[in-house]
């Protein structure tokens, strides 16, 4: 099983980012995503969650309207776009995989939110 985050940038308070986790090693579309972030000093905490059938729900009131998770299981890929992002915003995220009991976790992308 392998995960692997890209699209991490350093990026103008305000602009937009479009994260991707690449999957490979198990079936994709039987397994549900998400995106967690883990900012400097702070713990790991999840951002968004997307079901294996489709299904999306945040779990951070502070990204609700400015960040949307999604998947495109022909490609075996899941993403996060970030809009309208602020320096709180500024941490590493990473993508993680669940089918119970199997888990998964990327080695995360950084994003950094700076003029």
């Known amino acids: 099983v392998q995960l692997v985050e890209s699209g991490g940038a350093l990026v103008q308070p305000g602009g937009s980012l479009r994260l991707s986790c690449a999957a490979s090693?198990?079936?994709?579309?039987?397994?549900?995503m998400s995106w967690y972030r883990q900012a400097p000093g702070k713990e790991r905490v999840r951002i968004a969650t997307?079901?294996?059938?489709?299904?999306?729900?945040n779990y951070e009131d502070s990204v609700t309207g400015r960040f949307t998770i999604s998947r495109d299981n022909a490609k075996n890929t899941a993403y996060l776009q970030m809009n309208s992002l602020n320096p709180e915003n500024t941490a590493v995220y990473y993508c993680h995989a669940r089918r119970a009991p199997s888990v998964s976790w990327g080695q995360g992308t950084r994003v950094t939110v700076s003029s």
């Open positions: 090693g198990f079936n994709f579309s039987n397994y549900d």
């Open positions: 997307i079901t294996n059938t489709g299904f999306s729900y």
